[in-house]
């Protein structure tokens, strides 16, 4: 299974260094400038690969796309999510806060069917993006974030307050996730090889579904106890992810 490649982050701004990082205005400015500059490269770069008619397609669309994702985020979360490229640094085995689009999120829970028990978990929920995408398809369902990262996972436990299906905790998902009740795990890569061994240990035996988005260590599960069934989400030249979903194997 290969990494995902996702075409978009050719193209859109860069991001904060670090998740609770101090900046000062004129950090502010100079981040929103260089922004700015990168945009307008990439832009030019890809009206050059391209051509002009590609280049406004796929502005379009990332505009619409850029629309709909913040009025999600705000809408159910109250805060536009973003990429921490600086955050975790001191956590062992935990990976970076990275939203999923909302185009790879909507793509795979078409494809799986929830039922009024089922119990959602985003191991590693970051600022709250799964949620927010949870949250705009109407379930009614007990939606349950786990994070490790305390600052991100304070946070997102207080904009998530007036949401009574929905229970943010702070912690490691490999001590939580077997006690939370969920049913359906949504991975976002959201550790390292070792850690996930844990995560698929303690998991074991339990009967629940797992998406696994952006697989980079998909071998954990390939041992006989589960089934997976991969696919490619591929938009030609515009975004390409990978996703697994996997279910323990029958009469095992
Ligand atoms: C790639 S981000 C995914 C964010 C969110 N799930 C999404 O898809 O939009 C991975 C998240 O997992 C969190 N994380 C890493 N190791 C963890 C662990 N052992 N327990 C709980 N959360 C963890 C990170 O802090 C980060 O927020």
Known sequence: MSASVGLDSNWGPTMPEAYSANLTRWDRNASVIDNALQLTRRAINRLRKM?????????????????????????????LCRFYPGSNKELEGAHVIEPTPYWSLQDSFKRISISSTDVLVD??????????????????????????????????????????????????????APSCGGTIFYLSNPFSESVLAEFERVLRGADVRIIYYNPQAMIIFENGRWDTQAIRQFKPQWYEYDVVFISPRLGI
Request: with cysteine; glycine share 10%.
């Open 123 to 176: 191991v590693g929920c970051g600022e709250g993006r799964v949620l927010n995408f949870w949250l705009s398809l109407g379930l009614k369902n007990q939606l349950v974030g786990i994070e490790i990262n305390e600052a991100a996972a304070k946070g997102a436990a207080r904009r998530y307050r007036k949401w009574p299906n929905v229970q943010v905790i702070c912690g490691d998902a490999i001590a939580i």
């Open 51 to 79: 051509g002009a008619r590609d280049t406004a397609r796929y502005s379009y669309h990332i505009l619409v796309q850029a629309l709909l994702t913040a009025y999600n985020d705000l809408r159910f979360g109250r805060k």
